[in-house]
Structures are given as C-alpha cells and as structure tokens.
C-alpha cells in the first residue's frame, strides 16, 4: 500500500513495484496477509471519490442482495467448499485456515486468563512467557489489540487505538492539503494502508515489527510538512502553501 500510495501520488513508475510485492505476499502464504489485503482494497474502495453515490450504492445492495440469495440457496455446498478450503494445504491461499484460528483460540484463552487476574497488565514481553496458564503455550499473542491488553492493560489497548486515530487525523491532514497542491502520497492507497494495518493487527503483534514503525514515521513526517505547507502562521486557516505563493 505505501507503495501504491507513493505511485499515486505522482511517481507512476513505482507502479512496477506492485506486481513482484504482490507475488511476494502470496510466496509466504500467509492468510493474515491475504486477509489485510483484501480489507485494505476494501477501505480503498470505501474511501475513494463519488463511491458513494445513490446510484454505487443501489447497486452494492443488489449484488449484496443476490450474494445473500446464492448462500441461501447453495449453503450447504457452499460451507463444505469452505471447509475444504480452509482444511487444506499451508501452500494454498486459505489453507490451514482452521489450523491457524484453532492455535490462536488457544493463546488468547491465554489472554483472558491474564486479564482478569492481572488487570494491570502482565508486563511487556511477559505475555505466556512460562507457558500458558490455560494452553501451556510459550507464543505471543498473536493479535496487536489482545498483546497489548494483556501486558499494558486496557492503557496499552488505548494507546494503540490511539496511535491509529492518530495515523487517521494524519491522513485527513493529507487530504485536505491536495486543493493546496501538496500531494506527495495517493490519500485513498493511504486509507487502504490504515485499514490493512487494522485488519492484520487482528491476528499479528504489527508494533513488534520495525518497518510497521518506519511506516508510521512516513506518514507523520508528510503530515507533519502538509501542516508547514498549508497553515497559516498569522492563524487565519489553510493558505497557500509557499512554493505556490512563490
């Protein structure tokens, strides 16, 4: 998404850059990535321009409308396709899919277990630590909303929530700079990348990661030069910014 982002914003050639990131995602054959992709693409779409125009949005209702006939009609076969699906092979997109959710169930038992006789938290880096009380298992979390509920407290879980409002403001920041010709990033591909963030937190620690951290800085430094480029410093609102007036 960042890539796409950096494309969107004028850099046409960095476009390329799409095809062998994409090859690399389904190489490693994880769902979660899979799953982040798609909700990413979701809020793309969801963020994008004149989508929701009455005209959009009657048609999202009939092809919604006939999903919900095709699963009504065909949901037995439908849920032993699924069942399939996600029973087979790590290699195949959507497999092991149950393997994968049955583990998690079993650390974030974990959790709860942490949260409610450790309200304030276990400690970072301290989550199953000696081995699960209820799994014995010695993983992490496995989930950037539950890892820090269980070591930081409902403190921690707000400071991430936060971080991710924080990341949204940034964003509008950016949008509102583009009629002031600052566009150094694609607004929607940002809000594709914010929604891939929320949905693969789900089921990743992302904080653990350097480059989740690097992308987080990227949008804050564009913010940060939307803010000098199209404030004010008399107060008076956005202004021009100052290659412009120039």
């Given at each position: 998404?960042?890539?796409?982002?950096t494309?969107?914003?004028?850099r046409?050639?960095?476009?390329?850059?799409?095809?062998?990131?994409?090859?690399?995602?389904?190489?490693?054959?994880?769902?979660?990535?899979?799953?982040?992709?798609?909700?990413?693409?979701?809020?793309?779409?969801?963020?994008?321009?004149?989508?929701?125009?009455?005209r959009?949005?009657?048609?999202?209702?009939?092809?919604?409308?006939?999903?919900?006939?095709?699963?009504?009609?065909?949901?037995?076969?439908?849920?032993?396709?699924?069942?399939?699906?996600?029973?087979?092979?790590?290699?195949?997109?959507?497999?092991?899919?149950?393997k994968?959710?049955d583990?998690?169930?079993?650390?974030?038992?974990?959790?709860?277990?942490?949260?409610?006789?450790?309200?304030?938290?276990?400690?970072?880096?301290?989550?199953?630590?000696?081995?699960?009380?209820?799994?014995?298992?010695?993983?992490?979390?496995?989930?950037?909303?539950?890892?820090?509920?269980?070591?930081?407290?409902?403190?921690?879980?707000?400071?991430?929530?936060?971080?991710?409002?924080?990341?949204?403001?940034?964003?509008?920041?950016?949008?509102?700079?583009?009629?002031?010709?600052?566009?150094?990033?694609?607004?929607?591909?940002?809000?594709?990348?914010?929604?891939?963030?929320?949905?693969?937190?789900?089921?990743?620690?992302?904080?653990?990661?350097?480059?989740?951290?690097?992308?987080?800085?990227?949008?804050?430094?564009?913010?940060?030069?939307?803010?000098?480029?199209?404030?004010?410093?008399?107060?008076?609102?956005?202004?021009?910014?100052?290659?412009?007036?120039?």
């Amino acid at each position: 998404f960042v890539t796409w982002a950096t494309a969107a914003g004028g850099r046409p050639v960095v476009y390329l850059g799409l095809a062998p990131l994409l090859i690399g995602i389904y190489a490693t054959h994880s769902n979660g990535a899979l799953m982040s992709l798609l909700g990413g693409v979701g809020v793309f779409a969801a963020a994008h321009p004149g989508v929701w125009t009455a005209r959009r949005v009657g048609v999202l209702l009939v092809v919604a409308a006939i999903g919900l006939a095709v699963v009504g009609g065909w949901h037995d076969q439908l849920q032993q396709l699924a069942m399939e699906r996600f029973s087979g092979s790590r290699t195949e997109v959507g497999g092991a899919a149950l393997k994968g959710a049955d583990e998690r169930l079993n650390v974030w038992q974990d959790v709860l277990h942490d949260v409610l006789h450790h309200p304030t938290g276990v400690g970072p880096g301290n989550f199953n630590r000696e081995g699960g009380a209820v799994s014995g298992d010695y993983h992490a979390a496995h989930s950037e909303y539950l890892g820090m509920l269980a070591e930081r407290s409902v403190i921690g879980l707000a400071g991430w929530l936060g971080v991710l409002a924080a990341l949204v403001a940034m964003v509008g920041r950016l949008r509102a700079a583009v009629r002031h010709g600052y566009r150094p990033f694609g607004i929607e591909p940002l809000y594709g990348l914010l929604g891939a963030i929320a949905v693969h937190a789900l089921v990743v620690e992302l904080s653990h990661f350097r480059h989740t951290w690097l992308v987080f800085a990227l949008i804050a430094a564009a913010a940060a030069q939307a803010a000098a480029l199209t404030i004010d410093p008399a107060g008076s609102g956005l202004a021009e910014p100052a290659l412009e007036a120039a």
